[in-house]
């Protein structure tokens, strides 16, 4: 067999690897992924869409006495290149379980189980970082931001209408923006929207929370302690 057709057969046996790495790219907020990453993700992610494969429709069907045994392919089809694929079950592992898998290692990164896990039997202390100007911006009560800018001296209040992913320059866009100068806290002018690129110090963004006040007075919420992210 030459390296073309070696090539293309270790590309039909990882489809399910990465098909649910290309979900896991997808739906989770990560920097650009370069092919090295791609290729090793996939991998990765398929190696473990056929553990599932085998844990579910091979070993425990054996262990149960299913007749006749069933027989995991996987193995052969990797270490021998003289035996012929098995498309059924690559099948079935592309289909049944690589979606299955891909969604739950988004879960898991999505809602920091991981690093919750980690923390709990005192392996490690980190914390998702990375996403931290993420979920920030997507808490609930991260509606109604306050843009600061110290150069201009000018303070913007509006509603997060759209932000970036976190992988580049922190970006924002508002919506019903209103500008006050920030050392005589007077109302300057509205805008329908702002954008603002956060990439340097000259920018403070301060979370507003809301006060308990009656609910046709929520339009904009009050002041009761907001956090800095610069």
Known sequence: MNLSEFAFRIILIFVPGLIAFRIFEKLTFHREYKTPDILLGSLTFGFLCYLVYYLVFVGLPNILGANPPRVFHFSGNLSDSSQALNFGEISIVTILIAPPVGLLITALINKRILYKLASTIKISSIVDNFNVWV?????????????????????????IDLYSDGTGNSELFLKEVEVYSIHEDEYKYSLPRAYFNLGNENFIVE?????????????????SGNSELK
């Open 135 to 159: 979920k920030a911006l997507d808490s609930p009560i991260s509606e109604w931001v306050s843009v600061r800018d110290q150069v201009n001296g000018l303070r913007y209040e509006g509603v």
């Open 207 to 223: 979370f507003r929370t809301w006060m308990n006040v009656p609910s046709q007075d929520k339009s904009k919420p009050k002041i």
